[in-house]
């Protein structure tokens, strides 16, 4: 079965950054489109990154482009995202999420905190 398994999150100060992963299983990662969405608290889930099969296409929410960089190891089955430049409103619940045969899965989650 499909799993995606996100970790690394954590307390972080504004300006700073933070890597987070996302490891996935069940199906051919290695043809799968991955992308990342965030939840604020209080508000709706929201895209923030995608990256194409074989990395060589990234897309980024207007939000977070120029500071926020998505990259895959097809090797390891497993996406990142790493942030820089972290702001309090980057404050949210990270997922992970892949569409397999027109259904879409999601990890977990894992919390980052980006505050003084």
């Known amino acids: 079965q499909v799993q995606l398994v996100e970790s690394g999150g954590g307390l972080v100060q504004p300006g700073g950054s933070l890597t987070i992963s996302c490891a996935a299983s069940g199906f051919a990662f290695s043809s799968a489109m991955m992308r990342w969405y965030r939840q604020p608290p209080g508000m709706e889930r929201e895209y923030v990154a995608a990256i194409s099969a074989t990395g060589r296409i990234e897309n980024y929410a207007d939000s977070v482009k120029g500071r926020f960089t998505i990259s895959r190891d097809n090797t390891k089955s497993t996406v990142y995202l790493r942030m820089d430049s972290l702001k309090p409103e980057d404050t949210a619940v990270y997922y992970c999420?892949?569409?397999?045969?027109?259904?879409?899965?999601w990890g977990q989650g894992t919390q980052v905190t980006v505050s003084s």
């Open positions: 999420k892949v569409s397999v045969m027109s259904t879409d899965y």
